[in-house]
Nanobody, 115 residues
Framework: QVQLVESGGGLVQPGGSLRLSCAAS????????TDWYRQAPGKQRELVAQ???????VYADSVKGRFTISRDNAKNTVFLQMNSLKPEDTAVYYC?????????WGQGTQVTVSS
């Protein structure tokens, strides 16, 4: 059974940092494209960052220069380092792993940026 478990969310002040983790069981992240998505209340889910199986990365314009996605193959975990957080970054953040017709989601972790 495949499970993706996110952690690391919480409440942070504007300008602060958080590091999200997504740990996988049942699949090897290094063979999947792994994404971080987010969904704010009343808005559609949007792609934040992606790391391919080869390690190349893609970022949404809104987070470029502030967020960094990375992968630890030994721990089978993907990370999202979020710096210089803004109130508009407030959302539930989801981990996704996809390969061909396979697509897996985590349960999400809440990130709230507020003073």
């Amino acid at each position: 059974q495949v499970q993706l478990v996110e952690s690391g969310g919480g409440l942070v002040q504007p300008g602060g940092s958080l590091r999200l983790s997504c740990a996988a069981s049942g699949i090897m992240f290094r063979t999947y494209a792994t994404d971080w998505y987010r969904q704010a209340p009343g808005k559609q889910r949007e792609l934040v960052a992606q790391i391919s199986s080869s390690g190349s990365t893609v970022y949404a314009d809104s987070v470029k220069g502030r967020f960094t996605i990375s992968r630890d193959n030994a721990k089978n975990t993907v990370f999202l380092q979020m710096n210089s957080l803004k109130p508009e970054d407030t959302a539930v953040y989801y981990c996704n792993a996809a390969r061909q017709r396979l697509n897996y989601w985590g349960q999400g972790t809440q990130v709230t940026v507020s003073s």
